[in-house]
């Protein structure tokens, strides 16, 4: 009888929960201010500055009401500033789709992550 129970909750819960993501990696991603071609033109040396993450989300209310920016602009301007880098090298971007109570469109929201090694151009 307890095994019955424990399997109609694990159930439940995955129909209240459902999600789904997707991962691709990168060579080099910029800051959506940075001009990559002026940066690529010439050889630059750059300062290494260690592994960062960004993670940026949009939620959605009933599935009509749309709040926050998960592209990856944002993610990768999120991670950037926790090191105050420029670019990030070998970056890896995963994006994911969470429903709560998917049939019903309740609450969903879409997470865009970045990770990678921050790296900083000296100044000109």
Known sequence: MEGEKVKALLLLAA??????????????????SADPGERFRTA????????????ACRYFLLGIIPFGDSNLTEAT???????????????????????????????????????GTAIKFPER
């Open 44 to 55: 630059n040396s750059y300062e290494d500055l260690g592994p960062v993450e960004g993670k």
């Open 15 to 32: 129909l209240l929960l459902a999600s789904c993501s997707t991962v691709g990696n990168f060579g080099v991603v910029m800051k959506g």
């Open 77 to 115: 301007d999120k991670a950037l500033a926790s090191a105050d880098g420029d670019a990030i090298i070998n970056a890896s971007v995963s994006t994911s789709l969470y429903g709560f109570i998917p049939i019903y469109n309740i609450l969903g929201s879409t997470c865009t992550t970045v990770k």
